[in-house]
């Protein structure tokens, strides 16, 4: 079997993701080579740092370089100054419109034996909703008004549907392969407030339905529920869950709350998705406060490439990173401080490319 090489840029971006995306590229290169997967690297620059360099925070060689150039990437962090400075806006909120990854996908899981164990993956739509940033202010006889615009589209709410369910059907066939789970079939729950807001997240919701209701969906059990009961479910029986699909406010919100399901923020994965391009993105920031330390855990960085291979159709060079990922953390002994441990990046960095 011919190998196939794929480009990958890597954008450590500042902070602690100079620390983790270089572990990311290191877990990548160590895949055994009976996969048939070769790697090339191009290092791209983003972020505060490059923006006190070149004025910009998103150089548009980095963009292009992805586009023409790249078959995913990964990204590490990048620290925001504390006040709005001119001309700086985020790169990664950036890129994600630049290279239209409209899908924003977040796993949240444990070990399965964990007291609690849990094994989720929001899916989060990523271009419009709330986030369309259209507000305006006007002047009133009982002071200013603020209004914003949510915008939901039948377009948007069938693709980010649609990823959902081969997202689900993807984790049976992981699981099929013989993934140890807590879940049995497949299960996608769209998420809404469609009660209230019956036109938007009423579109929102008719449109996955839809969406999830095609033959090749057969399989994928659908359910839904109202945004806010699910918080509450979430946070009493998160093990319920399996794909969550939503618009992005929602989304947003729902992602940040599930990833304190499970202890450290340097757990926890996510990726970037449009068509035929993914972006792996640990979910923590730049981690100012413990940078330059070599105690960072790597585990959300390298569960990020993997995530990425998932969406270039590497499922088998995925499964083996988050097989690796696992039995570290199973054994408990190399952890990173996050987690209660003491080792330092390298040493769990280490520890995870021998089990690979
Ligand atoms: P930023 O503005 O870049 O988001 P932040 O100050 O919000 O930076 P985060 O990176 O969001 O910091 O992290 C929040 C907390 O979680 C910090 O205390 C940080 O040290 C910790 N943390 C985040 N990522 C990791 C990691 N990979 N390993 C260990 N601790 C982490
Ligand atoms: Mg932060």
């Known amino acids: 079997m011919a190998a196939r090489t794929l480009r990958i840029g890597l954008i450590s971006g500042d902070g602690i993701g100079k620390e983790v995306i270089p572990a990311g590229r290191r ?31 998103l150089p548009d060689e980095t ?32 890129l994600r419109k630049k290279l239209d990854l409209y899908a924003n996908v977040r796993p949240v899981k444990t070990v399965v034996s964990a007291p609690r164990p849990i094994d989720m993956v929001i899916v989060r739509e990523n271009t419009e909703d709330l986030y369309v940033k259209e507000e305006t202010t006007r002047d009133t006889p009982d002071g200013k008004v603020a209004e914003a615009v949510k915008r939901i589209s039948q377009r948007a709410s069938s693709r980010i549907a649609t990823i959902a369910g081969e997202i689900a059907l993807r984790r049976q066939k992981i699981r099929a392969a013989g993934s140890p789970s807590i879940h049995k079939g497949p299960l996608v ?27 090749r969906f057969g399989e994928v059990a659908v359910e839904e529920q109202i945004v806010d009961s699910m ?4 946070f009493r029986q998160p093990e319920a869950y399996d794909v969550i699909v939503a618009p992005n406010l929602y989304g947003d919100i729902l992602s940040d709350g599930a990833a304190a399901l499970v202890g450290s923020l340097g757990l926890v994965p996510s990726a970037n998705v449009g068509e035929g391009f993914a972006i792996g993105e640990p979910c923590h ?14 585990i959300a960085t390298l569960r990020s490439a993997a995530l990425m291979l998932e969406f270039l159709n590497e499922e088998a060079a995925a499964a083996k990173i988050y097989a690796a990922v696992d039995a570290n953390l199973e054994e408990g002994k190399l952890l990173s401080p996050d987690l209660g441990g003491t080792a330092k990046t390298e040493e769990v960095v280490q520890d995870i490319l021998r089990r690979l």
């Not at 160590?30 to 925070?57: C, H, I, N, R, Y």
């Not at 925001?80 to 790169?91: D, E, I, L, R």
């Not at 918080?231 to 979430?234: A, I, N, P, R």
């Open 63 to 94: 963009v292009s370089i992805l586009k023409s150039d790249c078959d995913g990437a990964l990204f590490g962090a990048v620290s925001s100054p504390t006040t709005a400075v001119k001309g700086y806006s985020s790169p990664i909120v950036a």
């Open 231 to 234: 918080v509450y479910k979430l």
């Open 285 to 298: 920031g730049s981690a100012p406060d413990i940078q330059g330390q070599g105690i960072a855990n790597p």
């Open 27 to 57: 877990i990548l290169e160590a895949l055994p080579a009976s996969l048939g997967l070769k790697f090339e690297f191009v290092d791209l620059k983003a972020g505060w740092e490059t923006f006190q360099e070149q004025g910009v925070a």
């Open 189 to 215: 729950t769209v998420t809404h407030k469609s009660n209230v807001l019956s036109q938007t997240d009423g579109l929102f919701r008719s449109t996955a339905r839809e969406a999830l209701a095609v033959p």
